[in-house]
C-alpha cells in the first residue's frame, strides 16, 4: 500500500459508532466491505498477525503428506515429518527463493526438491543437499523458514507472526469442548464455496439467527433461538457465540430432523438438545453437533469476494460404515449455505451503495456487534 492509499483509509472509516454501547453502537461503515486499501491492512495486521486454523491434523495422517495454504499473500506449506511431528514452512527455496511445491496437497513425499537448481531439504525443514555449492558451504545456515504452528482440539492453526503469543494462551478462554471428541473425527465431506462477498459479511451472517425464519425455513423448523439470558454469556478474547436449542422430537441438524449416524460418545443429555456456534477470530465458524462437528473457514480473496471452506466431521464409525451416507445432513448444510451466500451476496451490494448508512443492531444481534467490535478495535489499531 502507498503512503499515501495508507493516508486516506481513516479519513472514509467512522468506527467510533461500532466500538461504542450496544444500545447506541451502528454497524461497520461501508468501505470496510469494499475498500482495497482495507482488505491490505487485513492481510497485513490480521491474517498476518492472528492464528489461523489452516486445517487439521488428520488431513496429513502420515510423513511427508502436506497441504498448501495461502496467506496474507505467503504461500505456506504444512507437513508432517517422518518424526511425526506437524511443522509449517515457507513455501520458498533458501537458494534463490524458488516456489517449492505447486500441488495443493500431496502424499509420501521423502523430500522437498526445489524445481529450480535441485536443492533438496529434509521433512523436518533442514537442507539435505545444495549441489556443488563448494567445501566452504554450510548446509545448516540454510534451513526452511519455519512459520509457527499449533495444534488445538485436533485442528492446525499458524501465526506468520513470530511474536504472537503461544496458542495455548491466545485459546486460553475458548469453552472446553474436549466433550466432542475432535481429533477423533473424520472428514465426510468438503465443499468449497466461490462466495460473491466480503468475509466479515459471512461471519456477521453465521453470528445472528435474526434472519432464519424468514431465510431458513428447513432451519426454523428444525431449531429455535433462546434468549440471551437463558443461553449465558459465551463471549472471550479469541471468540463469540453460543446455542440453539433443537426443537421437540428432532435428533439432528438435517433435512428430515432425524440422525441416522451415531451420536458421538460421552455426550451428556443436554449436548443432543443443543448446536452450538462459535466465530474464533477471525475467520473460523464452529459448530459442534451431537452427532457431527460442522466447521467453516472464511477466506478473502478481494473485497467483494470471499472462499468459504466447509467440512462435516463425523465419528470414525460411522464414517466407516458400508451404509455411511451424510446426504441429509450434507443438503441441510449446503441448503443452509446457499441461503446465507446469497443473503451475504445482497449485502455486499448494498454496502457498496451511496446510499448505505450504518445501522442500528437489534436486540438478538449482540454477538455481531461482539464481532464488529472487535474487528473496529483492531482495524482502529492498525489506522
Same mark, same amino acid.
Given at each position: 500500500?502507498?503512503?499515501?492509499?495508507?493516508?486516506?483509509?481513516?479519513?472514509?472509516?467512522?468506527?467510533?459508532?461500532?466500538?461504542?454501547?450496544?444500545?447506541?453502537?451502528?454497524?461497520?461503515?461501508?468501505?470496510?466491505?469494499?475498500?482495497?486499501?482495507?482488505?491490505?491492512?487485513?492481510?497485513?495486521?490480521?491474517?498476518?498477525?492472528?492464528?489461523?486454523?489452516?486445517?487439521?491434523?488428520?488431513?496429513?495422517?502420515?510423513?511427508?503428506?502436506?497441504?498448501?495454504?495461502?496467506?496474507?499473500?505467503?504461500?505456506?506449506?504444512?507437513?508432517?515429518?517422518?518424526?511425526?511431528?506437524?511443522?509449517?514452512?515457507?513455501?520458498?527455496?533458501?537458494?534463490?527463493?524458488?516456489?517449492?511445491?505447486?500441488?495443493?496437497?500431496?502424499?509420501?513425499?521423502?523430500? !522437498?526438491? &526445489?524445481?529450480?537448481? *535441485?536443492?533438496? #531439504?529434509?521433512?523436518? /525443514?533442514?537442507?539435505?543437499?545444495?549441489? @556443488?555449492?563448494? +567445501?566452504?558451504?554450510?548446509?545448516?545456515?540454510?534451513?526452511?523458514?519455519?512459520?509457527?504452528?499449533?495444534?488445538?482440539?485436533?485442528?492446525?492453526?499458524?501465526?506468520?507472526?513470530?511474536?504472537?503469543?503461544?496458542?495455548?494462551?491466545?485459546?486460553?478462554?475458548?469453552?472446553?469442548?474436549?466433550?466432542?471428541?475432535?481429533?477423533?473425527?473424520?472428514?465426510?465431506?468438503?465443499?468449497?464455496?466461490?462466495?460473491?462477498?466480503?468475509?466479515? !459479511?459471512? &461471519?456477521?451472517?453465521? *453470528?445472528?439467527? #435474526?434472519?432464519?425464519? /424468514?431465510?431458513?425455513?428447513?432451519?426454523? @423448523?428444525?431449531? +429455535?433461538?433462546?434468549?440471551?439470558?437463558?443461553?449465558?454469556?459465551?463471549?472471550?478474547?479469541?471468540?463469540?457465540?453460543?446455542?440453539?436449542?433443537?426443537?421437540?422430537?428432532?435428533?439432528?441438524?438435517?433435512?428430515?430432523?432425524?440422525?441416522?449416524?451415531?451420536?458421538?460418545?460421552?455426550?451428556?443429555?443436554?449436548?443432543?438438545?443443543?448446536?452450538?456456534?462459535?466465530?474464533?477470530?477471525?475467520?473460523?465458524?464452529?459448530?459442534?453437533?451431537?452427532?457431527?462437528?460442522?466447521?467453516?473457514?472464511?477466506?478473502?480473496?478481494?473485497?467483494?469476494?470471499?472462499?468459504?471452506?466447509?467440512?462435516?466431521?463425523?465419528?470414525?464409525?460411522?464414517?466407516?460404515?458400508?451404509?455411511?451416507?451424510?446426504?441429509?445432513?450434507?443438503?441441510?448444510?449446503?441448503?443452509?449455505?446457499?441461503?446465507?451466500?446469497?443473503?451475504?451476496?445482497?449485502?455486499?451490494?448494498?454496502?457498496?451503495?451511496?446510499?448505505?448508512?450504518?445501522?442500528?443492531?437489534?436486540?438478538?444481534?449482540?454477538?455481531?456487534?461482539?464481532?464488529?467490535?472487535?474487528?473496529?478495535?483492531?482495524?482502529?489499531?492498525?489506522?
Amino acid at each position: 500500500m502507498t503512503i499515501e492509499a495508507a493516508r486516506s483509509v481513516p479519513r472514509v472509516l467512522d468506527l467510533e459508532r461500532t466500538r461504542g454501547p450496544f444500545a447506541d453502537a451502528r454497524t461497520l461503515p461501508g468501505a470496510v466491505y469494499t475498500s482495497g486499501e482495507v482488505l491490505q491492512l487485513e492481510q497485513r495486521g490480521l491474517f498476518a498477525r492472528e492464528w489461523l486454523c489452516v486445517g487439521r491434523e488428520a488431513d496429513i495422517p502420515a510423513a511427508g503428506d502436506y497441504f498448501l495454504k495461502e496467506i496474507a499473500g505467503d504461500s505456506i506449506i504444512v507437513l508432517r515429518g517422518a518424526d511425526r511431528v506437524v511443522r509449517a514452512f515457507h513455501n520458498v527455496c533458501r537458494h534463490r527463493g524458488s516456489r517449492l511445491l505447486d500441488a495443493p496437497r500431496g502424499r509420501g513425499l521423502p523430500r !522437498l526438491l &526445489c524445481p529450480y537448481h *535441485s536443492w533438496s #531439504y529434509q521433512l523436518d /525443514g533442514s537442507l539435505q543437499n545444495a549441489p @556443488r555449492m563448494g +567445501e566452504g558451504f554450510c548446509k545448516a545456515d540454510f534451513p526452511l523458514v519455519p512459520v509457527r504452528l499449533g495444534v488445538h482440539e485436533g485442528f492446525i492453526f499458524v501465526n506468520l507472526d513470530d511474536g504472537a503469543q503461544p496458542l495455548e494462551r491466545h485459546l486460553g478462554d475458548l469453552p472446553d469442548l474436549r466433550r466432542f471428541r475432535m481429533p477423533e473425527l473424520v472428514c465426510g465431506r468438503r465443499i468449497e464455496y466461490d462466495v460473491a462477498a466480503n468475509w466479515k !459479511l459471512i &461471519c456477521e451472517n453465521y *453470528s445472528e439467527c #435474526y434472519h432464519c425464519a /424468514g431465510a431458513h425455513p428447513q432451519l426454523a @423448523r428444525i431449531s +429455535e433461538q433462546i434468549s440471551r439470558d437463558e443461553r449465558g454469556q459465551e463471549i472471550g478474547a479469541c471468540f463469540n457465540g453460543g446455542p440453539m436449542r433443537l426443537r421437540d422430537g428432532i435428533e439432528t441438524m438435517s433435512m428430515s430432523g432425524r440422525s441416522t449416524l451415531p451420536t458421538i460418545p460421552g455426550l451428556s443429555h443436554d449436548d443432543t438438545r443443543y448446536v452450538h456456534y462459535y466465530v474464533i477470530y477471525p475467520n473460523m465458524l464452529l459448530s459442534p453437533h451431537p452427532d457431527y462437528v460442522l466447521v467453516h473457514t472464511a477466506w478473502p480473496v478481494s473485497p467483494d469476494r470471499t472462499q468459504v471452506v466447509c467440512e462435516w466431521l463425523f465419528t470414525a464409525a460411522a464414517v466407516g460404515a458400508p451404509d455411511f451416507d451424510p446426504s441429509d445432513v450434507v443438503q441441510f448444510w449446503d441448503t443452509t449455505n446457499r441461503q446465507d451466500w446469497a443473503l451475504c451476496e445482497r449485502a455486499q451490494a448494498g454496502v457498496g451503495s451511496r446510499g448505505y448508512r450504518p445501522g442500528p443492531y437489534q436486540s438478538s444481534e449482540d454477538c455481531v456487534h461482539i464481532f464488529d467490535r472487535w474487528y473496529a478495535d483492531r482495524l482502529a489499531a492498525l489506522l
